[in-house]
């Protein structure tokens, strides 16, 4: 049960689009269809931004974007606010029906 | 509305054993598949365990394997987690969440209580 590879730190000015990878291998990201990001501010709860690779829930705002490939999976924000300033994880469902999250990519705006 | 609502936590000694409960209402708890997550102070978030919506299915994390033991009653709505055997390791604030899917267990959780802090010290 390796955490997913994901980079520490992303940054971008405000109106600008940046994406974080969230790297598995083919018994989770690259094999599963429930792939999962999460935004979490600290002190908070984490809030489900996108299920199911590409899916957005309602409440979600539609600046989130997910995508996969092979065993790569990523979230890509478009027009940067203040308040997407943040921790990110990604997560994703296993071949041994376990869950594992990324380590997690803090956010600067800018 | 989902409301999910963690107690149990506190300070205990290493070794000693915490029973967290996560009390939900808003949404048909008899439906959906539960998780436990847990994130320790300076890192990153850590799934624990999960139960399908009917108990049968239960799934845990290598760390916590044969100590930890989740649970649910659904005619109360709630979720469980026995912990024994505590270590200085599994101090961290506990999240109940909730699963998106009808009667699947996925990595997707649409509802997170607020947290309860375990302290593991002597």
């Known amino acids: 049960q390796s955490a997913l590879t994901q980079p520490a730190s992303v940054s971008g000015s405000p109106g600008q689009s940046i994406a974080i990878s969230c790297t598995g291998t083919n018994s989770d990201v690259g094999g599963s269809k429930y792939v999962s990001w999460y935004q979490h501010h600290p002190g908070k709860a984490p809030k489900l931004l996108i299920y199911?690779?590409?899916n957005r829930p309602s409440g979600a705002s539609n600046r989130f974007s997910g995508s996969k490939s092979d065993n790569t999976a990523s979230l890509t924000i478009s027009g940067l606010q203040a308040e997407d300033e943040a921790d990110y994880y990604c997560?994703?469902?296993?071949?041994?029906?376990?869950?594992?999250f990324g380590g997690g990519t803090k956010l600067t705006v800018l | 509305q989902v409301q999910l609502v963690e107690s149990g936590g506190g300070v205990v000694q290493p070794g000693r054993s915490l029973r967290l409960s996560c009390a939900a209402s808003?949404?048909?708890?008899?439906?959906?598949?539960m998780h436990w997550v847990r994130q320790a102070p300076g890192k990153g978030l850590e799934w624990v365990a999960d139960i399908s919506y009917d108990g049968r299915n239960k799934y845990y994390a290598d760390s916590v394997k044969g100590r930890f033991t989740i649970s649910r009653d659904n005619s109360k709505n709630t979720l469980y987690l026995q912990m024994n055997s505590l270590r200085a390791e599994d101090t961290a604030v506990y999240y109940c969440?909730?699963?998106?899917?009808?009667?699947?267990?996925?990595?997707?959780?649409?509802?997170w209580g607020q947290g309860t802090l375990v302290i593991v010290s002597s």
């Open positions: 199911e690779v590409t």
């Open positions: 969440a909730k699963d998106w899917k009808w009667e699947v267990l996925t990595s997707g959780f649409d509802y």
């Open positions: 808003g949404f048909s708890f008899s439906n959906y598949g």
């Open positions: 997560s994703s469902y296993t071949s041994s029906s376990t869950v594992v």
